[in-house]
């Protein structure tokens, strides 16, 4: 065991920040430090203290001792007392004076490193209780200790924890380019990126590729991206006896049988991060049995917890566990674990949806049944569909892969109330593409016909009437076709709103009528509601305003006691017509509420509706700064959506004058 430091490492890439919070540690003590750095394999934690240590070693005259400790060794951990016996040896202890167990060597090696300004680097530590007996008790002396696991106990030795993550894009090509030399990656700078996102930062893996270029000048960088886009890209990251797959292998083959199951089976999620109760339903246990498995991953950095209860792969650790699951587990085994998650997810999409518009019709078959109430309140809903929105885009992407068609469009009906507040419409767009020919494949008109309706109002929002309209046609055939007048009358509804957006207003008040009538007929109130609410707007549009102001207050009465966020849409349009009455006062009460209630709810898009408005009544009052931030939330939040609206805010706000500048 050496008694002295490796050679510096050459220096490929910095980590400015990882050395900066070192120095600092080392500037605020005036005795003992300790520092651990922990991480995966191959993230570069030995690299990062031997470049710091060797940067403050003249500050250390006294000695400098390194051990490596042997966490995946194949003789096992190294053994304190053995660790010791080579340090007292180094310090100057005679072997024949050398202390025959633990207690004695540590007493010994406390007193020999007192008064010493020294260096000690414990290198892959397995756990705190194989450091504690080789920290000095005192003096001018820096520990640091690398290890693939948190450590957390030397926290009760004062101890500094850094855990070192995935390098970013810059500096991951800044490293390959300091292996490959020449400029080479210079000329083919996009490539470059590509392999850094392929390899997900990780500087074992980069070292690899930039290797195997060095040897190979001629070889173009985009042969080596083709590569790394294999199926098997870890198979790739080779280069002679150095492999990423076998530094995995050596972590992941320390996990006890729970934990490896939980390891792999979590890697089937379909999205990049996932919570507590989607990996429960992973692995078919309940959330306090899982939670155990999980916090011993995050404790050897297999996966990283980035919020409570809230988890995530590197992206070659995905494939690595990804990987043991098809080596280990039976694919039936695998295929019920992302059911159990798809379906996790439709269950709650459509709790949350009944949150969001309790009173709606809807007919798939998770509706069909009592569903659990996770979410005590409409923005409770919101929220989760928010955090959770990548992750349901996977899940319905799952589903349509595995052919589960039931499935597939059930989760465009159970998203439906997201979509009318957050207007993603990409998101809309592809889900509706794999839902309605699943739709199809079930031999359901009626869920058909619904889907199309649905997508007739992202298509019109989206500008696109003429797709819209084609869309419309045959959902209404099919709605006719099943004899389902609750379709039929929702069809009618969208499809005035189409008409309304081309400026056909006499079309749309003719369809918002009929799709009144029908309504009424079925008996629905707050479909009702919403076609008087519509009918009211486009009677503001046609001028009719008395017909349409009374319309209107009649439709806010209803919807105050039924629905919160149909209630602000409302007073923001009331808002516009107080204004074109020039009743000012009026609008700003409306909508002053109106904002209340959408930001309440957490919904962005009916908050940004109310703010388009508001920026047109601070301008009628001369307060074009008011005006400026109005639009500018409202073009912001339009933006987060993709949504048309954002580029007509832009032009509002572009024909707002710039405030003058005071020395002008």
Request: proline share 5%; net charge negative.
């Amino acid at each position: 065991m050496p008694s002295q430091l490796p050679p510096p490492p050459q220096s490929f890439t910095s980590r400015d920040s990882e050395l900066a919070r070192l120095d600092q540690w080392l500037a605020e003590s005036s005795g003992l430090v300790v520092a651990v750095i922990s991480g995966a394999g191959g993230v570069g934690k030995t690299t990062l203290a031997l470049e710091w240590l060797h940067r403050v070693r003249k500050r250390f005259p006294n000695g400098m001792l390194h051990a490596d400790l042997g966490t995946f060794s194949s003789s096992g951990p190294a053994a304190p007392d053995h660790v010791l016996e080579f340090f007292l040896l180094a310090l100057g202890t005679r072997a024949v004076d050398m202390p025959p167990d633990l207690p004695q060597r540590q007493a010994l090696y406390r007193s020999m490193t007192a008064d010493r300004a020294m260096i000690v680097l414990l290198d892959d530590a397995v756990s705190a209780a194989q450091v504690r007996p080789l920290l000095p008790a005192y003096g001018n002396t820096v520990v640091v200790v690398t290890s693939r696991r948190r450590l957390a106990g030397l926290s009760l030795d004062s101890a500094r924890f850094l855990e070192l993550g995935p390098l970013s894009v810059a500096d991951s090509v800044q490293l390959m380019d300091n292996i490959v030399g020449a400029g080479r990656l210079a000329r083919e700078q996009s490539q470059a990126e590509e392999i850094a996102r392929l390899c997900g930062g990780m500087p074992l893996a980069l070292s690899l590729v930039g290797a195997r270029l060095s040897a190979r000048p001629h070889r173009p960088v985009s042969r080596e991206v083709g590569t790394l886009r294999s199926d098997d890209r870890l198979a790739t990251l080779t280069v002679d006896e150095s492999s990423v797959e076998a530094v995995f292998d050596v972590s992941y083959g320390e996990l006890a049988s729970s934990p490896a199951r939980t390891y792999r089976m979590c890697s089937l999620h379909p999205g990049r991060q996932f919570s507590l109760d989607a990996a429960a339903a992973a692995t078919g246990e309940e959330p306090d049995e899982v939670e155990e498995s999980l916090s011993e991953l995050v404790d050897c950095h297999l996966i990283a917890e980035i919020s409570d209860r809230r988890f995530r792969y590197h992206d070659l650790l995905r494939l690595h566990a990804r990987q043991q699951a098809r080596w280990v587990d039976p694919r039936a085994d695998r295929e019920a674990a992302v059911r159990r998650m798809a379906d996790w997810y439709l269950d709650r999409s459509a709790a949350a949806d009944l949150a969001l518009r309790p009173t709606r019709r809807r007919v798939g078959s998770r509706f069909q049944v009592p569903l659990e109430h996770p979410f005590p309140s409409h923005s409770d809903a919101l929220r989760w569909l928010a955090v959770e929105r990548h992750n349901l885009l996977d899940a319905v992407r799952a589903a349509a892969q595995h052919g589960w068609d039931e499935a597939t469009w059930e989760f465009c009906e159970a998203l439906w109330g997201f979509f009318l507040h957050a207007r993603h419409y990409d998101d809309w767009l592809e889900m509706h593409k794999l839902g309605i020919p699943a739709a199809q494949r079930t031999g359901n008109t009626v869920a058909e016909a619904r889907l199309r309706t649905q997508l007739v109002l992202a298509l019109a929002q989206l500008h696109r009437y003429d797709e819209a309209l084609d869309e419309g046609a045959i959902a209404l055939r099919l709605a006719k076709q099943a004899q389902d007048e609750f379709t039929e009358a929702a069809l009618l509804f969208e499809v005035a709103g189409v008409f309304l957006s081309q400026g056909d207003l006499d079309a749309a008040l003719r369809h918002f009528k009929q799709a009144e009538q029908l309504r009424l007929k079925i008996g629905t109130e707050r479909a009702v509601a919403l076609c008087r609410r519509r009918i009211g707007e486009t009677l503001v549009k046609l001028g009719r305003h008395d017909e349409a102001l009374t319309t209107l207050l009649d439709v806010a009465s209803t919807f105050a006691e039924i629905d919160r966020a149909e209630h602000a849409r409302v007073l923001t349009i009331l808002g516009s017509l107080y204004l074109d009455l020039d009743r000012v006062p009026d609008a700003a009460s409306s909508l002053a509420e109106a904002l209340r209630i959408a930001r309440e709810l957490g919904s962005d898009q009916y908050e940004a509706e109310a703010l388009v408005v508001l920026g047109d009544a601070a301008l009628r009052q001369g307060d074009v700064e008011s005006a400026r931030r109005h639009w500018t939330l409202a073009r912001d939040h339009y933006s987060g959506n993709r949504d048309p609206k954002a580029a007509e805010m832009s032009v509002r706000l572009s024909s707002i004058p710039l405030p003058r500048n005071k020395d002008s």
